[in-house]
């Protein structure tokens, strides 16, 4: 009789099983559980091994993007020249002298923007003229 049915049958018809069949079905459920560990062991241990080749790939990829540009800018090397950034609010257009001296005339904005505690590109001279 397979074993699985006569269990079923025991365990159905409420008769007492022996203490030989009782570790016989032990050992097969703990079998069953062990087994599964170790698959989802496997599947675990493979998935990671999987993750740890994409990312080894990933940074080698990224290493050998680096040495390329290394050897592009050795060939060719590049003359910096700064972009163009566009003008503060007010910063554009030109400040009327009239009679002062350019060196004079950023002093006074630089005074002026210090004791208001505002950054020079925000604010807006139109003219600066002599007292006298």
């Known amino acids: 009789m397979n ?29 069953v559980v062990f087994f599964g560990l170790v698959l989802l ?18 940074k080698a990829k990224a290493e050998e993007d680096l040495k390329n540009i290394a050897k592009q800018v050795e060939a060719n090397p590049l003359t910096v020249t700064p972009a163009d950034a566009p003008k503060a609010p007010g910063s554009a257009g030109h400040v009327k002298l009239h009679n002062v001296p350019d060196k004079e005339a950023a002093m006074i904005m630089a005074i002026v ?20």
């Open 113 to 132: 923007a210090d004791k208001m505690q505002t950054p020079l590109n925000e604010l807006h001279f139109i003219s600066i003229k002599e007292v006298k």
């Open 41 to 58: 062991m496997c599947v675990l241990y493979c998935t990671g091994a999987y993750f740890k080749s994409k990312e080894a790939k990933a």
């Open 3 to 31: 074993f699985a049915v006569y269990a079923a049958q025991t365990a159905a018809s409420g008769e007492k099983i022996s203490i030989g069949d009782a570790a016989i079905t032990a050992v097969f459920g703990y079998a």
